[in-house]
């Protein structure tokens, strides 16, 4: 009986660790690491030198160190707590170790006579020099250190450091004669002075110990440089490629009839300014092209981005085509809605409005009108890409605050455009796409993650617009703010009071909203106070906003959902509440609510004491610049591409190690080595892609 139970026990322990293999596995595929390629570019965060041993009496206090000594005492101690205490001599000197958290284990495996290499910060403790929770390991006498840097990696719950570098090891195992196969091409290499792609992968998972710490840390190191270099290179291929897919597509060829679009100018009661008329040309001519235009429009608030964006689409209707405008959110999309309305329909245009909020006849008497083709243009948000909606020829898709929609969000409404424009014969096309953002991107964005987009520019406001004035106030001056608000509104005008932005609780946002609209009421109770936030039904938040427009409220009491598309001139002070809380970009678009008409205009950050350093560098830029691209530049230095991307994220590949700002000689040396690879050395380039990139290549679709 004996031998079958021990052959049971073998299985299952091979069973147990296959299957521990795999749950570490799945836990790695998470991350994005599945093949070896994954794995050798998984490059190390930080370093630590385990290649020397310090003696206790050297270790400086707070400096991590390696060292060895040799357990002489252990107990269970209760100081106040239950802990584990070892008492290690090395040499006269004795290091006191202390873990807080330990197993039963761990108790038998350090015992008296044990040899230990322990790494970790070395403290003052009750009793001399101690460590908390230091890494170690067991040792004899006399064993080598390691001969490089101990990398350190980012990972995730459940895989530690060491079955990480196993993994990794083996990978870069598996890639020996791959690694050896440079994707770039020697004169590319030479003419930057760039290390060998072998030498530098290799050099970043196993530095030697005499390379400079300082130098792998801040990632200024030449192998750092050939590592950043190839995957700005990585990202430029794709989204050229990117562009070359799409302009292999076709797309009807809406060229300039003259007709709506002088009706539509000559019927302005203003003249375009020379950039709007500039951005219009370049869009105009992208409409008469045969490929569908990917063109981004971006401009400041104010800038009159939604007047351009009308002549694209009396273009596309010129051509007996549709189009369709679509934006986050219903208070923007029903405020282009209202202008283009206003603007269009005398001119004969039908447009219609599309949102999640109508009620079923008027979204089904909506829906068929789209699909008939008696709409000319579809106003909504993105019910207008849902299952059941259809153009009866689509040819313009407009996007207002891009960043707002995911790229699949965007494939689906240019989708509407493909299953429906082949009916007459020809080849199906794809409507021409329009995005518009009111976050003005700066030129690195525009040159690295934006690099498949057309962008045109509109830099500057229509005349008669006065600057907004900008201050900057302590909460304690509160009562000073709200007598200004009195007299703002005795005087006819109106005014915002935006709420903090509490980003871990929506309820929590509501439940300050609503606070301080009732202690708004309270304390100015000869204004008429109202309250709009994301909660409420649209059709309630809707009716707040006509009531503002109208006059009916003075005091619009708002999240952050005023941040795009509300547009009332005779608002002429805006309040925003704990403003240290606020990104740039996003104050910068809640300040452009104010100063829409001929009056001066007051935009009053209240912020909390103390402010930390982060913050003040905020508010110092805000309150002196009122240019949106000065502002986005310093947004991305402060705090990366992210908020500029948006929703974006999910279709363009993200540098990992690469700063755009920092790296910009490479960012345009990748530029210029992509398109000369893509032109002489396309099977090169493919290598580079596959490498880099692997299966996450399907982002090139959008």
């Known amino acids: 009986m004996p031998r079958p139970a021990r ?20 836990k ?53 707590r239950r802990q584990l205490v070892v008492q290690a001599r090395d040499g006269e000197d004795v290091v006191y170790l202390r873990f807080l958290n330990f197993y039963g284990s761990q108790v038998k495996q350090l015992a008296v006579g044990r040899r230990l290499r322990l790494f970790g910060e070395v403290r003052q403790g009750f009793f001399g020099a101690e460590m908390v929770h230091p890494r170690y390991h067991l040792v004899s006498e006399g064993d080598p250190v390691p001969e490089a840097l101990t990398p350190v990696y980012s990972t995730t719950a459940g895989v530690g450091q060491f079955a990480l570098r196993r993994k990794i090891d083996l990978a870069l195992g598996n890639l020996r004669s ?61 989204m050229k490629k990117a562009r070359a897919a799409r302009d292999a597509k076709s797309a009807p060829r809406l060229t300039t009839k003259n007709k709506l679009t ?60 549709q189009a369709a405008i679509m934006a986050p959110t219903e208070i923007l999309a029903e405020q282009h809605f209202r202008k ?33 083709g008696e709409t000319q243009l579809a106003i909504g948000t993105h019910a ?12 313009l898709a407009v996007i207002d605050e891009q960043h707002r929609f995911g790229v699949g969000q965007r494939l689906a409404l240019r989708e509407k455009g493909e299953k429906t424009a082949g009916r007459d014969g020809g080849s199906t096309h794809e409507p021409h796409q329009l995005m518009m953002s009111a976050t003005p991107i700066p030129r690195t964005l525009s040159m690295s993650y934006f690099a498949d987009l057309d962008v045109s520019v509109i830099d500057e406001l229509p005349p008669g617009r006065t600057p907004i004035v900008t201050k900057l106030l302590a909460d304690s001056r509160r009562d000073e703010v709200l007598a200004r608000i009195r007299a703002a509104c005795q ?55 006509s009531r503002f427009v109208g006059n009916e409220i003075q005091l619009l009491v708002a999240t952050t959902v005023i941040e795009v598309g509300v547009d009332v001139p005779n608002a002429t002070l805006m309040v925003i509440e704990h403003a240290e809380r606020m990104g740039l970009s996003q104050m910068h678009q809640l300040r452009g609510r104010v100063g829409r008409g001929a009056k001066q205009s007051t935009c009053v950050l209240l912020y909390q004491s103390p402010l930390g350093e982060m913050a003040r560098a905020r508010l110092k830029v805000i309150y002196e610049s009122t240019d949106g691209f000065e502002i986005a530049r310093e947004d991305l230095r402060l705090r990366g591409p992210g908020e500029h991307l948006g929703a974006r994220q999910s279709g363009a590949p993200l540098l990992r190690f690469a700063d755009i700002e920092r790296d910009i000689d490479l960012l345009e040396a990748a530029r210029d080595a992509a398109a000369w690879m893509l032109k002489h050395e396309v099977g090169l380039a493919e290598k580079h892609l596959t490498r880099w990139l692997g299966s996450r290549q399907h982002y090139l679709k959008a």
């Open 28 to 80: 790695l595929a998470k991350i994005g690491l599945r093949a070896d390629w994954d794995f050798a570019l998984h490059l190390p965060i930080r370093y630590e030198d385990e290649t020397r041993i310090t003696r206790v009496r050297d270790a400086r206090l707070g400096e991590p160190c390696q060292l060895e000594a040799e357990i002489t005492h252990n107990e269970i101690a209760y100081r106040p």
């Open 340 to 372: 283009l309305s206003a603007l269009l329909a005398p001119l004969g245009v039908n447009v219609t409005w599309l949102t999640g909020s109508l009620k079923a006849k008027e979204k089904r008497e909506a829906i068929e009108a789209i699909a008939s």
């Open 491 to 545: 005087e006819g005008a109106q005014a915002y009071w935006v709420c903090p932005l509490i980003e871990e609780s929506e309820t929590l946002q509501l439940k300050t909203a609503v606070e301080t609209f009732e202690t708004l009421t309270a304390a100015l109770p000869d204004v008429k106070v109202g309250l709009v936030h994301g909660r409420m039904k649209p059709s309630e938040k809707n009716e707040v906003m």
């Open 262 to 321: 002088e009706a539509l100018k000559k019927s302005l009661p203003f003249g375009l300014t020379g950039a709007q008329q500039r951005a219009w040309q370049e869009i105009a001519a992208d409409l008469a092209a045969p490929h569908p235009m990917q063109r981004l429009l971006q401009g400041d608030v104010g800038s009159g981005k939604t007047v351009v964006s009308a002549l694209a689409a009396t273009q596309a209707i010129d051509n007996g085509y």
């Open 384 to 395: 207008l890409f849902q299952e059941g909606v259809t153009f009866a020829k689509l040819g």
């Open 178 to 238: 791959q690694l050896e196969d440079d994707a770039l091409p020697g004169q590319i290499r030479d003419r930057l002075k760039l290390d060998a792609f072998s030498g530098s992968v290799l050099t970043l998972h196993r530095p030697p110990p005499n390379v400079p710490l300082a130098s792998l840390a801040e990632r200024t190191h030449p192998a750092w440089r050939r590592i950043k270099f190839d995957e700005l290179l990585a990202q430029q291929l794709a």
């Open 7 to 26: 052959k049971k026990n073998a299985a299952t322990s091979a069973s147990t660790a296959a299957s521990g293999a795999s749950g570490i596995a799945q």
